[in-house]
């Protein structure tokens, strides 16, 4: 019989906060006040344990629960549902100085004293059977609990170590991986330099030099995060089967692939600290944070793109990390949390519930402050979204659809990392993959942010910024995915090397050279005082006018079959091709050979979405920085959530007398005014 599979179905839209009633179980009051206040709140969800390992087991096999149960049942009873926490992401003194082993240890050999969190070995045999033991614990107690909403696996696994026990299981790994030394010293080129192995026990170090080797490196650790996860899920599952499970991930983090890990758990959900009015907004358009977030958003929901994800921390006030953390000003607590809920979320939680009186996060934004009250600015903005999302009930159960995807793959953004190439100071693979994201989401198109493993069935459209490292079978896919009528967009420095980080010889873009219909010959590099004007062909197939800015990257390519869309106007290559277009099958693939500026992107984006027939949320473009996104609800009937990320109003043309404001159900007007930052949820009539 097959494994009964969790489910991520939460019975209402999650409005939640980390709590951490261990830090104030000792004072009297505290737990009763909380639970009175996180119902004040219009809270319904809380996340306990994450870090409560020391208060459950406060010595070796000595465990004491009593308080859990305590605060269990208190939010049970106050109508309260609870993603419980293993407790992994923090280690007790004790299990530290007991075992040596299970403290990481850093690049250079040195084993790191105990303290701050996250910083386990991943592979000590020791520390796994600690966190079973715990987890064991745990599940048996809490398993069959009412309230127990799903399973949080510890806490934003992150980081390496380098001691003997990971050293050794990293050379398993190859061993497994290769079988043969020859075949590793082949796949990592390593008769250059004089790097050759001749005994596994060679491979000791991470020489940066090796592109394969560190390719391989961070696989192997995303393996041990993997079978770290797996072994932390596996008491639970055996207690509580239909309890879905999930791992906090982090926006910007690549040291582990992300898509490797998605399977090891029931359901996505990720940490979304965005700096608002911060450093970002001083040198790009304050929109930006709100571009980025909605990536991040569709990036992480995209791992599981038919289940619901969740935005499972966020600070409802400031960080304390940062260098300089701003207030929300107001509105945007509310607009950016429905951003979340219009791209998919299944809710949204804090951190944290109430501040904490020591340590490192005392003055990290929360619900509740040091002066415990609830008549705060942050307390309100609380409460009033926890009071909307009542009203968005009959969207639970739909999930955004997208028909375009933009690829952000791992694999290919370790190996731009790693290359040593004439734009080392301008690779910027994850703000290129944001800059060809953004023009559909000035103009409300869903969007998925998959990998390059992703099922393309899925879409009409593709584009793969920067699709450096071909995995094996990708190439295929992508042309499987053009002759079936989807129409793909490639970029400078897609198919350079294979899976080992070794360049395709014959020419680039590799195994893509056919579908593309083009040769890469030179690339060049312009420093910031110097760009290319890029001119459209007269009567190009694509419609294309206007001209376009190329800066910092430029291939010097040959159209070998395709067609030349635009070419350079400028520098010794003037009149060499820019942008081509090539028919393959029902479907059509594009290849731009130069970094463009915002507005060329725009325009070529527009071009290619009228070509593929996908239409525009709207009939008028919306303002820039103002987004749009459309949910259905249980009906079928479109929802809209138009968001306004800039800090001075803007108005949205609309169709008058068709959507009706869901707040006051009044038919809104055909110029709808949003304040800054403010968002409106419309409803189609
Ligand atoms: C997260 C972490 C939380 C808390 C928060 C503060 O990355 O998971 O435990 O530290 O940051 O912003």
């Not at 909403?149 to 170590?161: D, F, Q, R, T, V």
């Not at 190859?174 to 250059?192: I, M, P």
């Not at 907004?281 to 930006?288: C, D, E, K, L, S």
């Not at 659809?401 to 952000?408: D, E, K, L, T």
Request: charged share 20%; with cysteine.
């Amino acid at each position: 019989m097959p494994a009964p599979v969790a489910r991520f179905r939460p019975p209402q839209l999650i409005h939640g906060a980390d709590y951490y009633p261990e830090q104030w179980r000792h004072i009297p009051g505290v737990l009763a006040a909380d639970l009175r206040l996180f119902k004040e709140a219009e809270l319904n969800t809380a996340t306990v344990g994450v870090f409560a390992w020391a208060e459950l087991e406060p010595a070796e096999g000595v465990y004491q629960f009593d308080w859990l149960d305590e605060v269990m049942a208190g939010l049970h009873a106050h109508g309260q549902r609870v993603l419980l926490a293993t407790p992994s992401g923090a280690k007790p003194n004790w299990l530290a100085a007991q075992y040596p082993e299970i403290r990481r240890v850093g690049e250079h050999g040195q084993r790191e004293a105990q303290g701050f969190r996250h910083n386990h070995c991943l592979t000590s045999p020791i520390y796994r059977e600690k966190v079973k033991l715990i987890n064991t614990q745990i599940a048996q107690r809490y398993g069959q609990h009412p309230a127990l909403l799903a399973w949080h696996i510890s806490n934003e696994y992150g980081g390496y170590c380098y001691c003997p026990l990971c050293k050794a299981a990293f050379r398993e790994w190859l061993r497994k991986k290769y079988v043969t030394l020859e075949a590793l010293n082949d796949a990592w080129w390593s008769r250059f330099w004089s790097h050759r192995y001749t005994a596994w026990e060679q491979i000791d170090r991470l020489d940066e030099s090796i592109h394969g080797l560190c390719l391989d490196w961070k696989r192997f650790m995303t393996h041990q995060v993997g079978t770290f996860i797996r072994a932390e899920v596996a008491p639970l599952r055996q207690v509580a089967p239909l309890i879905p499970t999930t791992t906090n991930m982090m926006g910007h983090y690549d040291l582990y692939d992300y898509h490797t890990l998605a399977p090891e758990v029931d359901f996505i959900s990720w940490d979304s600290y965005p700096i608002w009015h911060g450093q970002e907004g001083a040198t790009t358009p304050h929109w930006h944070v709100g571009l980025w977030t909605t990536f991040l958003h569709d990036m992480f929901r995209a791992m599981k793109p038919d289940e619901p994800f969740l935005l499972i921390e966020t600070t409802p006030s400031q960080v304390n990390w940062g260098p300089l953390s701003p207030l929300k000003r107001p509105g945007l607590h509310r607009t950016s949390n429905l951003l979340a809920v219009s791209r998919g979320s299944a809710g949204v939680c804090y951190f944290q519930f109430r501040a904490s009186r020591g340590s490192n996060e005392k003055f990290h934004g929360a619900v509740v402050a040091h002066d415990g009250r609830n008549d705060t600015r942050v307390f309100r903005d609380v409460q009033t979204l926890g009071q909307l999302f009542k009203n968005l009930a009959p969207l639970e159960n739909s999930r955004p659809r997208p028909q375009i995807a933009v690829i952000q793959d791992y694999q290919s953004r370790w190996s731009v990392q790693e290359m040593q190439s004439p734009i080392n100071q301008q690779k910027n693979y994850l703000a290129t993959c944001v800059e060809h994201y953004a023009p559909f989401w000035q103009q409300g198109y869903g969007v998925d942010v998959p990998g390059q493993a992703a099922d393309f069935s899925r879409y009409q459209v593709i584009v793969a910024p920067m699709l450096h490292l071909l995995l094996p079978g990708t190439a295929e896919r992508l042309t499987a995915f053009v002759e079936n009528g989807g129409t793909l967009v490639t970029t400078y420095l897609t198919g350079y090397v294979n899976e080992s980080d070794l360049c395709f010889v014959g020419g680039f873009p590799g195994p893509l050279r056919k579908l593309l219909g083009i040769r890469v010959e030179e690339l060049d590099a312009l420093p910031a005082f110097r760009t290319v004007p890029i001119q459209p062909v007269a009567a190009n197939a694509l419609g294309l006018v206007g001209t376009g800015v190329a800066r910092e990257v430029c291939e010097l390519i040959h159209a070998e079959t395709a067609e030349v869309m635009a070419t350079y106007a400028g520098e010794f290559y003037t009149g060499r091709p820019a942008v081509t277009r090539q028919v393959t099958g029902r479907g059509v693939a594009y290849h731009l050979a130069a970094r463009m500026d915002a507005d060329f992107l725009q325009i070529f984006t527009a071009a290619i979405l009228r070509e593929a027939g996908l239409a525009p949320l709207l009939r008028d473009a919306l303002p820039t920085g103002v987004t749009a996104q459309t949910r259905m609800d249980a009906d079928g009937t479109p929802w809209m959530f138009l968001m306004n990320f800039n800090e001075t109003p803007a108005t949205v043309t609309l169709n008058p007398m068709t959507w009706s404001d869901l707040e006051t159900a009044q038919e809104v007007p055909a110029a709808l005014i949003l304040p800054a930052f403010g968002s409106r949820i419309l409803r189609q009539r």
